[in-house]
């Protein structure tokens, strides 16, 4: 008899606990996406009806005429930015008020990732980004670009190999994936690799389970910011228990060896090393005029003043580790996700591919062998950037991004009202939404490399491939670096031309945590030269 009653009624307490604070924006006169009982504005995550990037982004089209919008996840109140001006000073003006993002790591159970710039937090943030800043100054890329350039020649020549003059098919996701992986185990490791023709190398089979979005790690991922404490406090990994202990071995052998034998190599392990000794920030970090943009993309560096709480901190082995496997992740993940879009476009819109390849030849002519190609060459190509800062509007690698709020933030929305984002609460902002949006770009959905061709004429609050601000993409010059290389070695050897099982317009994995196609991005690959 006691179960007929007291179930109902803990049903009913539980509901109203779970809608208790649903009334919060309403009371603020705030305009809100009306939330699902218990699940806020996530149901439409949990049940994979779309993907969380459109999920989190609902309030932008609902509610054009404001500057913010309110969301639930689950239960908590949160906020959403709509107007790419107030993201900017948030970002730079304001920036005391938002110093960290969202999501809350352990450092027990992910020494790797909770250790990486983008999930670090306070003095340690500071600390890590003062001090790595100077290894991603466009100088210190063009050291490096010999290695990329390296890597991918050595790649591209063994695919040309393999094609024996005729054309073939490949799933490009897992061609730029091993590309990458080579390039990024050489530059953030000190390690040669060569994936293509050995794929079961332990740093290719690692590196793909640390990069890995989708599945259960995409669903971690995503819950960090979505139940961040929960997270924590349940003390749940991100990444896998045996990628954590592969690195950290290999990165601290790597050291000792280095350090044992006195070896300067131009990559990461060098640039962390100097960091770990106080060398890095005495060097030149100033770059010369030409090597100050790596594209139209680059994140705009912003200086931070020296803060002497951060003094006592050292760059310990971990640490150095942390930082080289965010920048694997980072340069695999980001770039290969550039690099597959970049290929579907130009496949689908041959007139592009043609007058991109044109200017590779023309630029090949300037090279002493016509076919390695210089840091200087690169940053020339000015159709090549048309085209990467397009594919980086049209598809961003990164959709959405999150901050904390750190302290109470006041500002006026469009209708003169006042709105205060009280301390603790979450902001989201949706660059996706930013970058299709027609108020910003006219014909949003069409891939047109031209909006490019005057910079003056792109609104540069609305464009924010790496974001903006102090907690901008640190590795927006190495990005762009190697995505440009791989193209210019790909469009150099063959024709992109859509493979039977490409589906177009190509269909979005909405279950996965990144930017991803469904049924993969299949081309034919044509060689140029037989």
């Not at 539980?14 to 699902?36: G, H, L």
């Not at 062998?369 to 990467?388: N, R």
């Not at 540069?460 to 440009?484: E, H, W």
């Amino acid at each position: 008899m006691f179960l007929l009653w007291a179930l109902p009624v803990a049903l009913y307490l539980f509901y109203r606990w779970s809608v208790a604070t649903y009334d919060y924006f309403e009371k603020r006169n705030i305009p809100y996406v009306k939330p699902v009982p218990f699940f806020g504005q996530v149901w439409s995550f949990f049940t994979q009806e779309k993907h969380a990037v459109d999920v989190a982004s609902e309030g932008y089209y609902m509610f054009p005429d404001t500057r913010i919008s309110g969301v639930f996840m689950l239960r908590t109140p949160a906020y959403l930015v709509h107007d790419p001006i107030l993201f900017k000073e948030m970002a730079i003006k304001d920036f005391d008020h938002f110093t960290d993002h969202v999501a809350e790591i352990s450092v027990e159970h992910d020494p790797l990732l909770a250790r990486s710039l983008f999930f670090t937090r306070g003095a340690r943030w500071r600390h890590h980004r003062s001090g790595l800043s100077p290894a991603f100054t466009g100088s210190k890329m063009r050291n490096m670009f010999a290695l990329v350039a390296k890597s991918a020649g050595d790649a591209m020549e063994r695919l040309v190999v393999f094609s024996r003059g005729k054309p073939f098919t490949m799933e490009l996701r897992d061609l730029y994936s091993k590309l990458g992986n080579d390039a990024m185990t050489s530059i953030s490791f000190g390690v040669e690799v060569d994936s293509l023709t050995d794929p079961d190398n332990e740093f290719f089979l690692k590196g793909k389970r640390l990069a890995k979005v989708d599945g259960l790690p995409g669903l971690k991922m995503l819950m960090t910011t979505i139940l961040p404490g929960l997270f924590k406090f349940l003390r749940l990994g991100v990444l896998y228990k045996d990628v954590n202990e592969f690195y950290q071995e290999a990165v601290a052998t790597n050291i000792r060896y280095r350090e044992k034998d006195y070896i300067k190599r131009p990559d990461f392990i060098h640039l962390l090393l100097q960091a770990r000794k106080n060398q890095l920030n005495n060097e030149q970090s100033e770059d010369d005029d030409e090597l100050q943009s790596a594209g139209f993309s680059t994140a705009e560096t912003h200086r931070m003043e020296r803060d002497t709480s951060t003094e006592k901190l050292q760059w310990r082995d971990v640490d150095i580790t942390a930082a080289a496997a965010s920048f694997f992740f980072g340069g695999i993940e980001s770039t290969t996700t550039l690099l597959c879009f970049a290929s579907y476009e130009l496949a689908v819109n041959r007139d592009i591919q043609a007058r991109l390849k044109i200017e590779v030849d023309n630029a090949r002519q300037e090279l002493e062998d016509g076919k390695t190609p210089t840091y200087e060459v690169l940053q020339k190509m000015k159709y090549l950037d048309m085209v990467v800062s397009e594919t980086l509007r049209r598809w961003a690698p990164f959709g959405l991004t999150n901050r904390r709020c750190t302290k109470d933030y006041t500002f006026t929305n469009t209708d003169g009202t006042k709105i205060t984002i009280e301390r603790g609460l979450n902001i989201s902002i949706p660059l996706k939404s930013f970058h299709l949006d027609e108020k910003f770009f006219p014909d949003p959905l069409r891939f047109d490399p031209e909006r490019f061709a005057n910079p003056n004429q792109i609104n540069q609050d609305a464009y924010v491939p790496f974001g903006t601000g102090l907690r901008n993409c640190i590795g927006s010059r190495l990005a762009l670096m190697q995505a440009k290389c791989f193209l210019f070695y790909m469009l150099s050897n063959f024709t992109i031309q859509p493979g039977a099982k490409l589906t177009i317009p190509i269909t979005l994995d909405e279950t996965s945590a990144g930017l991803n196609a469904k049924h993969g991005f299949w081309m034919n690959l044509v060689p140029r030269y037989v």
